[in-house]
């Protein structure tokens, strides 16, 4: 299962990009989301196999991108704006209400092989932006003609390329030691081996180069199924690129080139983690997330049981009601004789539950400011605090990452080129810890944010002696 984000559709030779614009929808009268898809089932080869409906409890990610199955139909969530694009992405536009829980339907699609062979190998007017390519090497596009000289259809071109990646080459987190110039020839023809965005690019630029339409789609792949509570925990780890080829009649089909890794067996201690995720899903569920929704699904349990059983509640309820009131009238006694005493016990037992309000906010500031310090003890989470540390500063000079920026996008964004350099390197260290597990880039990552804040205090200066010199 593969959960969607973004569809990125401009590549300059380094990186891709998203240039579709946004379209509002029009909530129901339920309030739900319709969400049309972008290509009619009834006259497509590829139709519905049947619907699901999921619901997703979501960390913070900084991004307001809904992650939704192939094909949504359906949203639904306490959302007042949403909006999508033409690469079928779906946003929340209500900066008050960030995602963290929403409810969904999607229609999985059931691919008929037979017909996509048939498909016409002409890509209508509309789809040349996804045709466009920068100078490429010219090894790429002939290396493309020589993995297809076999295959009639587009189909069996796409399935070619995406065969030959996934067979020929191999998967790995660790980026290389220095930057390429043409990081995409490096891979195919040096390298051979990298992460999911080299594998997804190569396909994507080898099928425009046939005159395919592709686009690049972000999001998550898989995730981990805890039967402790009967969810699918995706973690930051699934984060994955996979390529979406156009067929006339058919529409957007999805690719996956990357290799397919081995699944993590989860035995004696190492089921730990699903023991902790079942905790926390429980936390946001029904103490964090509790709402009307939930209240009446815990009335339609109630009414399902026995009527036995509802009567002896209900009679419980009656002797914990009365002895509620009999206590309430005993504390108004006490309260009444002695409201100093009272007060004191009050303003107490209020700052009790204030402390254990802010206790997981502090451990976890405490745990960050440990990880920042030690970033041996582990890498890939020291990595993303420090990059996160990073791009707070770095706002503060102006240069603001979006949230469809990757890391490398942002440092291209960077017009000054001291500063540039430095995140560079900054980025390239973190993306080896977080990414490859480097031990030693992790450890790197401190004075490189050190050289990043001196170019900060550096410019600040000059702001000041401007101002101060105006």
């Known amino acids: 299962m593969k959960w969607r984000g973004v569809a990125l559709n401009n590549f300059d030779g380094r990186v891709w990009s998203n240039s579709f614009a946004q379209t509002q929808v029009r909530p129901g009268g339920d309030g739900s989301y319709r969400l049309a898809p972008e290509v009619d089932p009834r006259t497509a080869s590829v139709v519905a196999s049947r619907s699901i409906r999921y619901r997703v409890l979501m960390e913070p990610l900084g991004t307001n991108v809904f992650f939704l199955a192939e094909w949504p139909r359906n949203l639904t969530g306490t959302f007042r704006q949403v909006s999508t694009d033409a690469g079928g992405a779906v946003y929340d536009l209500d900066a008050d209400h960030p995602i963290n829980r929403y409810e ?18 002409t890509a209508p007017g509309e789809m040349d932006r996804y045709l466009k390519l920068p100078p490429l090497d010219v090894r790429i596009s002939k ?12 189909y069996e071109k796409a399935v070619a390329v995406e065969r030959y990646l996934s067979t020929h080459f191999g998967y790995t987190l660790e980026l290389p030691s220095s930057v390429p110039a043409d990081p995409l020839a490096h891979f195919l023809f040096e390298r051979k081996r990298g992460h999911c965005e080299y594998f997804a690019s190569s396909m994507a630029v080898m099928l425009r180069s046939l005159r395919i339409p592709t686009r690049i789609v972000t999001g998550f792949r898989g995730g981990e199924y805890n039967d402790l509570t009967g969810q699918y925990v995706v973690r930051a780890s699934d984060a994955h690129s996979w390529v979406e080829a156009y067929f006339p009649g ?5 690719f996956d080139p990357t290799p397919a890794g081995s699944l993590l067996a989860r035995t004696g201690w190492s089921r730990m983690d699903l023991y902790l995720d079942a905790a926390a899903s429980f936390w946001r569920e029904w103490i964090i997330n509790y709402d009307v929704g939930h209240q009446r699904s815990l009335s339609k349990d109630a009414a399902t049981g026995s009527r036995l059983f509802v009567d002896q509640a209900r009679r419980w309820i009656e002797r914990q009601h009365s002895a509620l009131l009999q206590w309430a009238r005993r504390a108004h006694n006490h309260f009444t004789a002695f409201p100093v005493r009272w007060l004191g016990g009050l303003i107490a037992f209020t700052a009790v539950l204030i402390a254990l309000w802010n206790v997981r906010r502090l451990i976890g500031g405490m745990r960050a400011r440990s990880l920042r310090a030690h970033p041996e ?11 996160d540390r990073m791009v707070k500063r770095m706002a503060r000079l102006g240069w603001r990452k979006s949230p469809s920026q990757t890391p490398l996008d942002f440092v291209a964004a960077i017009q000054e080129t001291a500063l540039q350099e430095k995140v560079a390197r900054f980025t390239r260290a973190y993306e080896s810890a977080r990414f490859g597990k480097s031990v030693d880039d992790a450890q790197s990552l401190p004075e490189l944010f050190k050289e990043v804040t001196a170019t900060e205090t550096a ?6 002696n401007r101002a101060a010199a105006g």
């Open 459 to 464: 410019d600040l200066r000059k702001t000041s």
């Open 143 to 154: 290396l493309a003609e020589d993995i297809t000289a076999q295959a009639p259809s587009n």
């Open 104 to 121: 969904a339907e999607s229609q999985l699609p059931d691919i008929d092989t037979d017909e996509l062979r048939l498909a016409a190998n």
């Open 250 to 254: 058919s529409g957007w089909i999805s």
């Open 377 to 387: 003890r582990a890498p890939r989470e020291s990595a993303a605090l420090w990059y």
